[in-house]
């Protein structure tokens, strides 16, 4: 390769449960250019250039951090999905708390959440008359869970929302993506988390699928509760196991490294990823 820019999300963000006592982006050879920003999400990103010819490009990101419990969620007591909904549309509620207005952002359809009438319906099964909202979240995730197997091989970065449904099969992104739309077709704020799980599970805890990789799951903005994460690779609710890296719309937006590479020929990509316990 002679030229390549790129930008990578691979620093934390900030968080009440999450404390970094360190975090760092390694790139070899040294880049040109190096410079670190928020994006519009408020996500940490490094953005880097190589102007040299090289043949092999090495980012390494490593950090310490203190991760606590979540809080336990009200699974009854939180609104009817349809005042949820409700109040996200009503622009004059919306202009006059900060808090809607950001998630109301997260309504609209996004370069990777294209539903169709079949996502919709699809989600409607959870979402029923007056449903407490997190409780049909809840049911929604682990619908998703139990119907759609996953499988590595069966879906790649452009796979569509239709496809995954047809397939019934995918990854993590895939799975979160689905979800992101099942709630947006509900007219519900929902927006895609970046992020790392715990690769080495306490003696007596299954291994959970997506260790050793980048992982992805949904989070639900729900009034009185703030936004609620959820991860329908695992059915569960992240916790002290699930780190967060960015969030946005989609994939698009927190992409971990993406880029413009100019010459080389045939490149191949290894990634791996290790979140181990200290003490």
């Given amino acids: 390769m002679s030229v390549c820019h790129n930008l990578a999300h691979l620093l934390p963000r900030d968080s009440a449960r999450h404390v970094w006592y360190s975090s760092d982006v390694e790139i070899a050879p040294m880049p040109a250019l190096r410079a670190e920003r928020r994006d519009y999400f408020g996500n940490r990103m490094t953005f880097f250039a190589m102007q040299e010819p090289h043949r092999e490009l090495n980012v390494l990101s490593r950090g310490h951090v203190d991760v606590a419990p979540a809080p336990p969620i009200p699974l009854f007591s939180s609104l009817p999905w349809e005042q949820v909904r409700d109040r996200i549309s009503d622009a004059a509620m919306v202009r006059s708390n900060s808090e809607f207005l950001d998630a109301f952002q997260y309504v609209f359809r996004s370069p990777y959440v294209q539903w169709n009438g079949d996502i919709a319906a699809y989600a409607a099964e959870s ?152 003490g």
């Fill in 127 to 278: 979402f029923t008359p007056g449903r407490p909202t997190i409780d049909a979240v809840l049911d929604l995730t682990a619908r998703i869970h139990e119907d759609f197997l996953y499988d590595p091989k069966s879906t790649t970065v452009t796979t569509t929302l239709p496809e995954i449904m047809k397939a019934r099969a995918g990854v993590c992104q895939d799975f979160a993506h689905f979800e992101v739309g099942c709630l947006r077709a509900m007219g519900l704020p929902a927006r895609y988390v970046s992020g790392y799980l715990l690769t080495t599970p306490p003696p007596g805890t299954p291994r959970l699928v997506g260790a050793d990789a980048s992982h992805a799951w949904a989070s639900v903005y729900v009034p009185d509760t703030g936004w609620l994460d959820v991860d329908p690779t695992n059915n569960l609710l992240p916790s002290d196991k699930h780190i967060t890296l960015a969030w946005g719309r989609d994939f698009g937006d927190v992409s971990p490294l993406r880029g413009v590479i100019l010459g080389g020929g045939r490149h191949k990509i290894d990634v791996s990823v290790d979140v181990t316990p200290v």
